[in-house]
Each structure stands twice: as structure tokens, then as C-alpha cells.
């Protein structure tokens, strides 16, 4: 009585297999991971590290998931890290871990805000989130300065001493290339890259922060002076 019945659920069941067998690298395939290899110039004709790429979907991402938090810390009178890479939306803390008082603040557009002077931990992290540059000061010690840049997607990269900054695991598809260097106020407007998965792609962009050290996007830069009245 089973027999038929049995074969019928073997025969089902091996044509789900095979069908499984033959979609499953189609669905691989389409998610294949690319990798893109930023060589970042300094406007001298030589390598720049230290800066940012950002690689941005051109369609646009959801937010990310979940409520990404981060730490910047103050050790001996600096922001630890120096430069943060953030998803828009991060809530950030700023505990002080020096035994002296800090005042942590930004004037930039993308953030601005004031903690008054604190040790330890202050009660409310603050969340970034706008995209852009968040330069960070400290009002009683000048010489304090820390980035933060909020953007919209997780692939960033930092370059290294050779300028290289390599992003991984991408999927393939159309993205905004955008990049940054201490102390430019914005990232750049960035270029068009396709990614399509296989061999690695290769770009190379110039930052030149020479350029902008004559405007640093400085907390601390006070507002220029009023123009001094006609005679
Ligand atoms: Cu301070």
C-alpha cells in the first residue's frame, strides 16, 4: 500500500534537491563579494594614510539595524580613537578616564552639542545623527581635537601607510566612492564606481588636505572678525 506512495515521496523529494542544487549557486552568484582597492594620493604626487573611504550604495541603504552604540574615550588629554567611522544613528559615550575634568563639545553642522565639564562617565551618549564631519573639541584644553565621520554605509576603509585602503566583501552593484582627510570639513562629493564581483577594481582618488589646513573645520576656530566700520 506505502510503496507508491513512498517513491512518489522520494522522487518529491530528490527533484527539491536537485532543484536546491541548481538555485543555490544562482543565489551565491548574484551576492558575489567584491573587492574595490583605493590608492589615495595627497596632491603631491604622493601617497596619503590615514584617510577614509567611504562606499556608499547608489540606491541608498536602510539605517542599521539595531541601535549602534560606540565609545570615544579621553586618555591624556586626547580622543581615543583620534578618527571615528560611524553609521548615521550611533549613540556615542564619552567616558574621561583622565583625572582631570573635560568639557567635550562640536560646533559642526552635522552635530553640535556641549557636555559640561565632567569626569568619568557622562549620563547621556550622544547620537549622531545627521551624515557629515563632527569635529570635537574640549573647552578647557584646546589642544584636544577628534573626528567623527557619520555616514551612511558600513564599508569604509582607512589607508595605510602606502595610501591603500582596501574594502572587502562588497556586494556587487553601483556605489558613490566619497573620501576624507584630516581636517577637511566634508567628505568629498566622491565618484561613480561599479562593482561586478571576481577580479578586484582599482580607484584612485586625491585628497590634498594641504588645501584645507588654511580652514581647519577646528572647534576652536573662532567666528572670523567684524568687518571694522567705514571712516
Ligand atoms: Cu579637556
Not at 10 to 26: G, I, K, Y
Not at 29 to 38: R, S
Not at 64 to 87: E, K, M, N
Request: proline letters at 11%; a neutral charge; charged letters at 15%.
Amino acid at each position: 500500500m506505502n510503496g507508491p506512495r513512498m517513491r512518489c515521496g522520494t522522487l518529491l523529494a530528490a527533484l527539491l534537491v536537485a532543484a536546491l542544487l541548481m538555485v543555490v549557486p544562482l543565489l551565491l552568484g548574484g551576492a558575489h563579494a567584491a573587492e574595490l582597492v583605493v590608492h589615495v594620493g595627497d596632491g603631491q604626487g604622493g601617497p596619503l594614510a590615514g584617510a577614509v573611504v567611504a562606499l556608499e550604495p547608489a540606491a541608498g541603504l536602510q539605517p542599521a539595524a539595531g541601535a549602534p552604540r560606540a565609545v570615544i574615550d579621553q586618555v591624556d588629554r586626547q580622543f581615543t580613537p583620534h578618527v571615528s567611522v560611524l553609521r548615521t544613528g550611533t549613540a556615542v559615550s564619552f567616558p574621561n578616564h583622565d583625572n582631570i575634568r573635560h568639557s567635550v563639545y562640536s560646533y559642526s553642522k552635522a552635530r553640535s552639542f556641549t557636555l559640561r565639564l565632567y569626569a568619568g562617565q557622562p549620563a547621556n551618549p550622544v547620537v549622531f545623527d545627521r551624515p557629515g564631519v563632527v569635529a570635537l573639541g574640549c573647552n578647557i584644553h584646546d589642544s584636544m581635537l577628534g573626528w567623527v565621520l557619520v555616514v551612511d554605509t558600513p564599508w569604509t576603509a582607512r589607508s595605510d601607510a602606502g595610501g591603500v585602503a582596501r574594502l572587502t566583501g562588497v556586494p556587487a552593484g553601483r556605489y558613490r566612492l566619497r573620501g576624507w582627510a584630516e581636517p577637511m570639513p566634508a567628505l568629498t562629493d566622491g565618484v561613480d564606481v561599479e562593482l561586478a564581483g571576481d577580479a578586484p577594481v582599482r580607484r584612485d582618488i586625491v585628497l590634498d588636505p594641504a588645501r584645507w589646513a588654511a580652514e581647519p573645520a577646528s572647534p576652536s576656530t573662532s567666528p572670523p572678525p567684524s568687518p571694522s566700520p567705514s571712516p
